[in-house]
Each structure stands twice: as C-alpha cells, then as structure tokens.
C-alpha cells in the first residue's frame, strides 16, 4: 500500500524488528509502543491512543485478539476514526495452551466484536468460526492472503543451495514442517508420522523450520529422539531465506489441528512449485485444490501413508505454482483491502458530514 502512495503507519506492541528495514525501505512508517510485559495495559494503552491521535489516520486496521481488544476498548478515544479487525485464524482451542488468557482472549475479542465498523478474515474458516462464536457475521468479509510470487518463485539454484547443506546425498527425499514451534502447528504428529515412514523407506531426512520457546523446543527435540529419528529429523531454527527452503523440499507438510486461516506457507511452497500434504484446516483445502493431499482426520498413519504418497509421484511444479499466481495474488489482497478500507471511510465521512 505505501508503494502505491498510502501513507501506511505501524503501531508494534514489542520491539522485534524483523521487518523493521523492510517496511522502511517500502515508506512504511513503524512506531513500537514499548509494551513491557503482558500486564502493561493502561500506561499502554495511552501511549496507543497518542500516537493514533499524532497521526489521525483515516482506518484503523487491528490485527489477531489482543490488538483488536485493545483497539475495541479504546475507540471511544480517536475521536470517530473507523476501526477494522483482522481474523486470522479459526477454530482455535484453547485447551492445547497451558495459558487461561488465550481462553479469555477470545471469549472478550468476541463480546467487544459489534466495535469494529468492519472485520476482515483470511478465510472461510475463519468467518465462519467467527460468527458461530457471536461476532456480527453482516461487517465480516472474506479477503485471502495474497502471496508474493515474485519473491517465491520456482528456483533451481535456490533448491541447489539449500541441499548442499541439508541433503545428505542428491537422491534424499526431503519433508518440511514450516512454523513456530508452537503447540498449535501440531509438530509432535509430524515427529510420530516421521518415524513410522522412516521404517519403510531411509531415503527420507524431515525438517522442522521455525523458532519456539527453548523449553518447548527442547521438548520436541527429545521426543524425536525418543522416536528413533536420531539425525533424520533436524531442527534448523530461523532460516531467512525461505525461498531456498521452499525450492529445497520435495514435500511440504501442514500438520496444524487448529487455528489456522490461511496457511501462507502453503501458498509459498507451492508458489515454489512444491508440493503439499495438509491436515484439513482452516482454508488449506481451498489453497491446494486439486494438487495436493488433504487428510481429514489426520492421524500419524494417515499422514505416513500420504507423504509416502506424494514422495511416489511426479509432480508439476509449474501447475503448482499457477495455482497461487492465479488464485492468490498480491494484487487481489491490496484491491479488495483498499475498496473496503475506501468505502468504510466514506461511509464515516458521510455520517460526519450529516450529524
């Protein structure tokens, strides 16, 4: 949007700066708030509501529960800027966190929803799982993740790059789970799947890429040990350059039981020409179509059986790719957001004009 003359602002809540010189570079103006800690609210929420007031933007889009609550809570304070929620997930369970705030989150993102003039989610799924839980199913459309197909994009010399350094031989048959370590993303079944296929066929090396809690992370390392998987499974922690990662795998994983939308690394393996197995959540389904396995229910067998599967067949990456290059396009996320975020803008200046 800032690349097409948008005057884009940022508010962060923590200090991360992982696209910080990214969003930068593109005219994005990014401002983090210092928040301290999870119990930093008030003092917070005055420093939010400042600087939304220095800026006095036209929207106010907020994304994922703990923003959207902060933003709901607050908007009687931007003086009649309109503000839209962003869904990006659905159906999460809270049970799978040891965390009774993720569970509150959720029911209070729900009860403030009727404060956002308009909610965009990612996916079908995530509308869906949003009005059966109370949010107002008439101010909620559905805008899909775009994928940047330029930046994913089949490459020989990627894929080369990557398995020199990960590939033991040429002929190894390479599986990835892409994600935080999180309990959500569901790397345990991976691990089990992982170690029943690895009886039947020892030409196969599993990748876990992503980053999580040590003590979590540790966890899982152990418990693929515990599986026999020894050196067939590794953990490379941050890689950023995804592009090799997605060109180096023969085979992409979704192992997820809950709470995904839209699984943007879908899109980009495929965008890579990979080809995907993915558990039947959120709108994976809806990304792979008719060119990858989707499991309903997944199971360690089930997902053994399907890896097997694709590793056996030739697949067409540049039909893989054309599936997201004409379905998911970055072109279509930015039109469908800026005529919502337009029209919710005039709407309020209408209203303003006539009170």
């Keep these: 949007m800032a690349k097409r003359r948008h005057v884009v602002h940022i508010l962060t809540f923590y200090t991360d ?15 983090c708030l210092q928040k301290k800690n999870r119990w930093d609210l008030l003092p917070f929420a005055r420093r939010m509501v400042a600087a939304i007031r220095r800026v006095r933007p036209d929207v106010i889009y907020s994304y994922m ?67 059966a839980s109370g949010f107002p199913g008439a101010r909620i459309c559905v805008i899909p993740n775009g994928i940047d197909t330029t930046r994913f994009a089949i490459d020989p010399d990627a894929r080369r790059r990557f398995r020199e350094r990960y590939a033991s031989h040429s002929q190894e048959k390479l599986v990835g789970l892409v994600g935080r370590l999180d309990p959500m993303k569901n790397h345990d079944l991976f691990i089990h799947a992982a170690a029943l296929l690895k009886r039947q066929r020892s030409d196969v ?14 966890n899982l390392m152990l418990r693929a040990l515990q599986a026999g998987l020894g050196h067939s499974i590794m953990w490379t922690g941050k890689i950023d350059d995804m592009r090799a990662v997605y060109n180096g795998l023969d085979l992409l994983c979704l192992a997820s039981l809950t709470g ?96």
């Design 205 to 218: 090396r599993f990748i876990c890429v992503g980053v999580g809690p040590p003590a979590y992370a540790e």
């Design 65 to 131: 529960p703990g923003a959207n609550i902060l933003a709901a809570l607050t908007k009687p304070f931007f003086g009649g800027i309109p503000l839209v929620w962003g869904i990006r997930a659905s159906n999460l369970d809270p049970s799978i966190y040891d965390d009774w705030i993720v569970s509150v989150s959720l029911r209070f993102e729900a009860a403030l929803s009727h404060c956002a003039d308009r909610i965009i989610a990612n996916s079908n799924a995530g509308k869906s799982a949003a009005v």
């Design 260 to 355: 995904e939308g839209f699984p943007n690394v879908v899109g980009e393996a495929m965008a890579c020409g990979t080809p995907c197995v993915v558990n039947d959540v959120g709108d994976a389904a809806e990304v792979v179509g008719s060119l990858g396995i989707v499991l309903s229910p997944i199971s360690k067998e089930s997902l053994a059986k399907a890896i097997e599967e694709s590793l056996s067949v030739r697949h067409d990456a540049r039909a893989l790719r054309a599936r997201i290059t004409e379905n998911f396009p970055v072109e279509r996320l930015y039109g469908e957001t800026v005529r919502v975020l337009t029209e919710l803008r005039k709407t309020h200046r209408g209203k303003d004009a006539g009170s």
């Design 17 to 31: 700066g992982a696209y910080e010189a990214e969003l930068n570079a593109a005219g994005v103006t990014v401002v």
